[in-house]
């Protein structure tokens, strides 16, 4: 009895660990079948792989025997292998494509030839089978063969599915620009849903293109499509939106006119071409978008809207130039009165009044105007929340301006504490923390900014992190605090607008210590302040000492970037501009201005964007 129940524990010993074994085997087999191969040692990964092969048939091993076979030059041994496949799968037809490359290693190029025809003969109604077989065909480079595959299954399934997509793939694959071109626009002509997956893949596609060819070949594409399907307006839509990104904002308005036109559309695309227009920065296109929905009458839907925001378009432009004069002010401010007069005071002008308080408050220096333009916001029925929160934090800005500090810090805590978990909340949060900043009340300051690096907004986010470590690095070695305490009162001068007596105190600190951390700071916001009194020679002068003496600290390239632009826009010396974004993009790889700088750099240049940068570089 004993003897027996030794017996059979024997058996299930075996039958239980057998397949364990056989496993872990297979498992060392493959990892040194792997690692021979990688090493280039066919000959001993084709020993290990013939094993796990003829006991698996695993298409994983095929592939990599043939491989092997193919490097030794075992040709016949590789024709058995494919053969073998084929047979044990007839209806697979990318095996007879791996038969034709072992004829064509071989040197059979007639043989091979016949098999990679053979295989697209043998095609049935089988997507499947056909993608298999293209796919196969374009692993190896034959092009050809995988389009030819692909028309001939798009024959064989008469439309139930045309293939457009790989197609497309394909002929980019193989250099044919304008047939990828053609496919992905064939699409279109089976449903308009298709254009977000054309906008996407042509997207992809087109890029890089350092001469322009393939963007020269889809606008004609297009154009061609316009005239040839002038009852569908889906070329017209994509047309539209390849002057987009081509930041051609004008063209799109040309294309987007004919459309809103023939659709009657009542300029709802036009409005968004407005958006888009103005978020890159293209006031004049802008412009001229909400002035055509202007002359659509008060009766149009959108009148609103694009009345407000011709005004916002001419605020962004005077305001952000620089240059701005008071004639630039008084006109702004006269389209903000005659704005407001013509579509009243409610709910639905908020954005008008918030920009017309805004002007009056930080351009025309009108704080008590301000101040009553955003408490009459406030009143306003129907107010909604996030109105009311813009309102609160410019009424607290406008306090912090005028010096009202204390009832700045009130309203902002009032924010954060009704808007707790959204943007307007985490700006008046920041905004609040910075007032913490300005008295010296670093250590709350510095716990405050440090929740909000993780801000859902980067631009908070980055805000606060810069702030932060402004204050961890002076106050973290340097047991003297007062040195950043007269700074940050400093940045108070600055943000309302007394220069004079922020510059006073900047020489005071540099004065009483010479060697400072901050003193390159002190230098940048130095720069900063003859910028906005459009003192541009002495802010480029400043630009110019961080270059010279802290050209290894962290406001270096913000330096020269604004040293460029202060070059190519108000000094008018073009070849100092061309040489200071240069080196920007050529010594600071890293910075975030190094595309913008480049990008001007071609502009000033006078090239087309078809150059090729980096011959450009070398001249």
Known sequence: ???????????LFLFGFYPILIF????????????????????????????????????YYYDNLLVCYIKLGEFKKAEKLAEKQLNRFPTRLQYLVDLGSVYEEAGNKTKA???????????????????ELANAFARKKLFEYAINTYLKGRKLLKGFY??????????????NFDLMIGEYLDLLLIHDSYIQSVQNALQNELAPDPDLKKTELLKSELLKRIQKNSDKTIFSELLIWFYVQEKNHTAALLQAKALDKKLNEDGY?????????????????ATECYEYIIKKGRNSFNYLNARMELVNVLHLKITTSGAYTPNDLILLETNYIAAIN?????????????????????????????????????????????????????????????????????????????FKYDIWGEDAKFKNA???????????????????????????????????LLITDNTTLDTNTLPLFVFAQTDLLIYQNKFDEALLKYDTLLTAFPSHSLNDEIIYRKAQIMLKKKEFQKAAFYYSEILKDYSYDI???????????????????????????KQLFTNYTGSIFVIEARKRFRTLRGDSASDDFDKLLEK
């Not at 009895?1 to 058996?11: E, P, R, V």
């Not at 030839?113 to 056909?130: A, F, P, R």
């Not at 390239?557 to 040489?579: P, R, S, V």
């Open 113 to 131: 030839t016949q098999q990679y025809e053979k295989s697209i003969k043998e095609l049935s109604i089988d997507q499947k089978q056909i993608t």
């Open 162 to 175: 045309p293939f457009n997509m790989e197609l497309a793939s394909v002929y980019k694959a193989n250099g």
């Open 24 to 59: 872990s085997q297979n498992n060392n087999d493959a990892e040194l079948a792997m690692q021979h191969m990688q090493e280039g040692e066919y000959e001993k990964a084709s020993f290990y792989l013939e094993k796990l092969y003829n006991k698996s048939g695993i298409e």
């Open 434 to 468: 910075k007032i913490s900043y300005y008295t010296g009340n670093f250590k709350w300051a510095k716990a405050q900014l440090d929740v909000l690096k993780g801000s859902t907004s980067k631009l908070i986010a980055n805000d606060a992190l810069e702030l932060s």
């Open 555 to 581: 406001w270096s390239d913000n330096a020269l970037f604004y040293l460029a632009e202060l070059y190519e826009k108000h000094l008018n010396d073009k070849e100092k501009a061309m040489n200071y974004y």
């Open 1 to 11: 009895m004993h003897f027996k129940k030794i017996i059979l524990f024997a058996i």
């Open 269 to 285: 695309r036009i409005m968004e071409l407005g958006m888009l227009a103005l978020s890159d920065k293209n006031y004049d296109a």
């Open 342 to 418: 013509d579509l009243g005071k409610s709910h639905s002008t908020i954005p008008l009044l918030l920009g017309y308080a805004q002007l009056q408050a930080f351009y025309l220096y009108k704080y008590k105007e301000a101040i009553q333009t955003i408490n009459e916001i406030l009143l306003l029925p129907q107010l909604k929340g996030h109105d009311k929160a813009k309102a609160k934090i410019l009424l607290a800005d406008v306090n912090l301006l005028t010096g009202e500090i204390w009832e700045a810090s009130l309203l902002y805590s009032q924010v954060e504490k009704e």
